[in-house]
């Protein structure tokens, strides 16, 4: 069975950094696209930033320039970089993956994995 881990969430202020990592767990043979998702108290949930497995990447408007997502290919991990951090930064933090090809009694291809949710706190 395929699961999303984080880790690497807490409290830092406002200009400090953070890094995020998201290992995905399994007998897992490919990944197509890997992401992070931030979900603030009354709002929505909304794509931080996305990577496909042949590299290319997506951020959202309002992390462009300060967010930076990367892979590990070989250990299925995600990270997220974030810098220049603002109090509206502040949500729980959700990895996500699509595409998945794993095993697990019998060959599954199954898209919207999602992980627990680390807490990320930026105080002003």
């Known amino acids: 069975q395929v699961r999303l881990v984080e880790s690497g969430g807490g409290l830092v202020q406002a200009g400090g950094s953070l890094r995020l990592s998201c290992a995905a767990s399994?007998?897992?043979?490919?990944?197509?696209?890997m992401g992070w998702f931030r979900q603030a108290p009354g709002k929505q949930r909304e794509l931080v930033a996305a990577?496909?497995?042949?590299?290319?990447?997506n951020y959202a408007d309002s992390v462009k320039g300060r967010f930076t997502i990367s892979r590990d290919y070989a250990k299925n991990t995600v990270f997220l970089q974030m810098n220049s951090l603002k109090p509206e930064d502040t949500a729980l933090y959700y990895c996500?993956?699509?595409?998945?090809?794993?095993?697990?009694?019998?060959?599954?291809?199954?898209?919207?994995?999602w992980g627990q949710g680390t807490q990320v706190t930026v105080s002003s």
């Open positions: 990577i496909t497995s042949g590299g290319s990447t």
């Open positions: 399994g007998t897992i043979f490919s990944i197509n696209a």
């Open positions: 996500h993956a699509d595409g998945v090809r794993s095993y697990s009694g019998d060959y599954v291809y199954k898209n919207d994995y």
